[in-house]
């Protein structure tokens, strides 16, 4: 057992083989491979909440609503670019450079809880530990006292399985296990009984982080009004330009982040439309005729997904609850189910590889995608999504296709096919101007696959030119 900092994982491979080899041969040359390692083991430096505008109108509540929300040493801020965007610095905490020694740990009495590298990810970025979340914990464990919260990389602990270490035996263990590094993540409070943590059914909150590595807001209970998201996630809907009399179509929209979005969007436009016409806006809602389909392969995440936005929404959907309509389909067959040129807006957030997503903490052998192959049958699942999509855009409508991938197979790539099948229907659309002026979170698309004047017209969010972003990339087309 060897107590290591995140920050020691850099020196390892943190992606397949393969996903490394073919950025390399795509990204720039000169590209800083080292800092991307560095920071895709870290946070993103800003943590990011998007307002629901839509029911601070219909209160006529205002901004200063939203900063009252969060205790006042955290420098929240509203974002110059997106103005429902509210941006908090991530901040390293004393214990982030702490040298994990004999000494340090025994003022935990050697206490540890060890959670998953999936737990792990949540609590860098200001998660607390849900029972679910931890493997293992020290044989004496007990409610209130104060552990050291690590993170078993190699997966090597089963389970709930009792982890003894002493005065005696803590020197031992780290000879014979140096093999196996466990990250260190911060200290925390048991708030649950030992026994109580393991049992199959076991909801809720099992350890307070008190001193993570990372110091940043807690996004979890957030009141209906805002919604922990990324600023690249928070992009999308500013690209779809909604109106109020849109029919909007969300081809995998489950957890339901960006619908939700684009459901505030339409609520607000109408609201907006509504009081510019001398109207009452809950009548206008009541009247609407306009729709979101949110769609999802897995009938279980609609259920969650349908929850959330009912739960978020309730108050301006009981007027009109058809706006919204969530459904378990499959969009690589959505010809069977709709008519061409059915929709304005249609949004195509396709499963991807997730090689943008950071912190990430999954050591390399798990990721699921492990070969080129396998990686261009991902890129050509999320073709035959899109090609579905786009006959159902109304002429004039606009199309969104994102990913948290950073592959060109999966971005660039697939531009580039797009314009090749669909250039007589579709054409790449440039940014909405406030945003091209003034790109400070992305960069364009990969020149090594676009000519210059569409890859300007991409959004690649790249953490190596820009720390406070996960890894993104998102365009836009207009049906002709
Ligand atoms: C990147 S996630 C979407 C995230 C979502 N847009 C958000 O912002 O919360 C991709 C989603 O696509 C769904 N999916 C995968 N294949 C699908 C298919 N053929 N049809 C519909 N949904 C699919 C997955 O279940 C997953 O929930």
Redesign the pocket.
Known sequence: MKLVSVESLSGNPLLPNAILETLIDYFPKGYSFSLFSKRLITPPSLSSVRVNSALLLSENKGKDFVLETFPNRWKVEQDNLLEDCYTIPLVQSELYHQEMNEQFIKKYNYKFVVVDYRCANSILRGAPIFAAGVIASSKSLCKHDSVLIVCDWNSQCTRGEKIDVNDNSWSQLCAFKEDNPFIFLGIGEVIMERSEIYQQHTKGIAVEVKIPIFDTVQLHSLPKYLFAQNVS?IF?AHLMEVRFDSTIL??????????GHLLNNLLKEIIINAKAEGKDFKEAISQSKSRILA????KS?VEDMKNSLWNQFDSLLQYNPKILECKA????KLHVHFQPNTFDRI?C????TGTGLRPNLQPPSLHPCQTLEALQLQAS?QFR?VKEAIPLLKSGGILVYS??SITAQENEMQVKKILEEFGNKLELMDLPSHLRQNPKYFTTGLTSVLPEHDAIKCLRFDFVECDQTIGFFACRFRAK
């Open positions: 996630s999308i969300d081809c995998c929209a489950a957890p339901g982040g960006k619908s769609l999802d392969r897995q995440k389909l499959d969009s690589s949004l957030d396709v499963p991807c699942y999504i990913t948290c």
